[in-house]
């Protein structure tokens, strides 16, 4: 019994290292991109930001598009950028095919949405599903766990799909005065590693995961957000078009996760195996401790004149 534990453990540390010779490969030899040419794939959240450009180069790649977001306006102004896409490739029949859907009042609603998929032709594979971040709720957290639980029976059942959580560096490592922020991220993280395990140790070895971890992205959210300023030339806000090239590369060759820039896989390293301490001396230098506080003293003030031009 003793011999069979010491095989099997050199047996798992031999594909241990192989497993890390085949990493530092794809690094070096860029794998592949698939093709996702008629495939069904959902994005929550694609009226703006990083959902519509992500809308926006899947449609370039000629997948079936639905597109999710709660402010109705935005999202079909997605949908017709997608429509003009596909127009000028010359397929009309798959502008015809962009279908949008707007607020949602529940875990019923989503179940629902999510029934018309995987019934008849090109609807009959759920290639992907794309969740741009959730930002400082519980709700929007709670969406991404709800969305995924209403599509993934049927990716099981045909054992295809590629699920795209688009989280944040600061979902791997925190700073002060965003607790919810972080909170939510961490929580997306979370979930995604979870149910990354959960689909490895039911064997659907077809469906696919991507974790999405980029550094500030300069979409406006955070504007005002600044570290140290010597730092802040090696490490500016990244091109939102940047980063979701990034994204679609990781996607398009099934890569499990993606940090952007790549100091960010350094930074998660360090706060593996460094006190705490040592952590905060590390921020505190690159002036990342306080990063957030001009942004929420920005926040704050926008919040007062609001108050003030209403009489409140």
């Not at 957290?141 to 295809?160: D, R, S, V």
């Not at 965003?178 to 149910?195: M, Q, T």
């Amino acid at each position: 019994m003793m011999m069979n534990i010491v095989v099997e453990f050199f047996v798992v540390m031999l594909k241990v290292l192989w497993a890390i010779v085949m990493a530092g490969l794809k690094w070096l030899i860029r794998p592949k991109e698939k093709s996702v040419a008629g495939q069904v794939c959902v994005i929550t959240g694609a009226g703006g930001g990083l959902g519509r450009l992500f809308a926006k180069e899947f449609a370039r790649r000629r997948a079936t598009l639905v597109l999710w977001d709660i402010n109705s306006h935005s999202n079909e102004e997605t949908a017709e950028m997608v429509r003009q896409i596909y127009r000028e490739q010359d397929d009309n029949s798959m502008a015809k095919e962009v279908q949008v859907a707007l607020s949602f009042s529940g875990r019923r609603e989503i179940k629902n949405r999510s029934k018309g998929f995987g019934r008849d032709g090109q609807h009959q594979q759920n290639n992907c599903l794309c969740f741009p971040p959730p930002l400082l709720s519980l709700f929007l957290f709670l969406f991404l766990f709800q969305t995924t639980k209403a599509f993934l029976p049927k990716m099981l059942e045909m054992n295809h799909g590629h699920i795209v959580t688009v989280a944040s560096s600061l979902g791997l490592f925190s700073t002060a005065g965003v607790e919810d922020y972080c909170a939510s991220k961490f929580g997306a993280i979370g979930f995604h590693e979870s149910l990354s395990h959960e689909i490895k140790a039911s064997e659907k070895d077809g469906i696919k995961m991507t974790l999405v971890c980029p550094y500030l992205v300069d979409t406006g959210m955070f504007r005002g957000c600044r570290i140290r300023k010597e730092i802040e030339p090696f490490l500016p806000p990244l091109r939102p078009e940047f980063c979701v090239k990034q994204a679609m590369r990781a996607i398009l060759t099934d890569q499990p996760m993606i940090c952007t820039p790549r100091i960010v896989y350094m930074v998660n390293f360090m706060k593996s195996i460094l006190p705490f301490e040592a952590i905060v001396c590390m921020y505190r230098f690159l002036g990342a401790d306080k990063c957030m506080y001009p942004f929420l003293a920005q926040r704050k003030e926008a919040m007062n004149n609001n108050e003030a031009k209403n009489g409140i």
